[in-house]
């Protein structure tokens, strides 16, 4: 399945004309989509059932949802539209996500937190 989806991603890269503006987006959601694949995804479907939850990123944990904030000082937050957006990788079609209006600060939490996400799992 792991090649087939980098086949796809490729695929993809050459058949269709992918805004530039859009190929962040692109490149996030085969990452979260490839990192699932290796047995490390993280299950938004609590935090849609309960939109109290917030998302948080331990380094030493790696990603956490809780009410609460934890008392570990090194525990960055995250607000829900980027939850809202990282739970539709896993759920929708490329198609659908590259049609999103995601805004410059959006993208730019997606990229911080893939990035945090990435470095916790390299430590694994």
């Known amino acids: 399945r792991i090649w087939e989806m ?6 993809r890269l050459n058949e269709f004309y992918i805004e530039t503006s859009k190929l962040q987006l692109f490149f996030y959601y085969f990452f979260w ?3 699932s694949l290796l047995g490390y995804k993280v299950d938004f479907s609590e ?3 309960d939109n109290s939850l917030k998302i948080f990123f ?9 009410k609460d904030k934890p008392l570990d000082k090194e525990i960055k937050e995250f607000d829900s539209k ?6 539709l990788f ?5 198609n ?19 990035s ?7 430590e694994l």
């Open 90 to 94: 896993s759920q929708e079609d490329l």
């Open 33 to 35: 989509n490839f990192v």
């Open 116 to 122: 945090l996400y990435f470095s916790f799992l390299c």
């Open 58 to 66: 331990n380094p030493k944990e790696g990603i956490i949802l809780s």
């Open 96 to 114: 659908v996500i590259l049609r999103f209006d995601i805004k410059k600060d959006e993208l730019e939490k997606i990229k911080e937190i893939s």
């Open 47 to 49: 935090y849609l059932r």
């Open 6 to 11: 980098i086949f796809k991603f490729f695929k």
């Open 82 to 87: 980027t939850v809202e957006i990282l739970s």
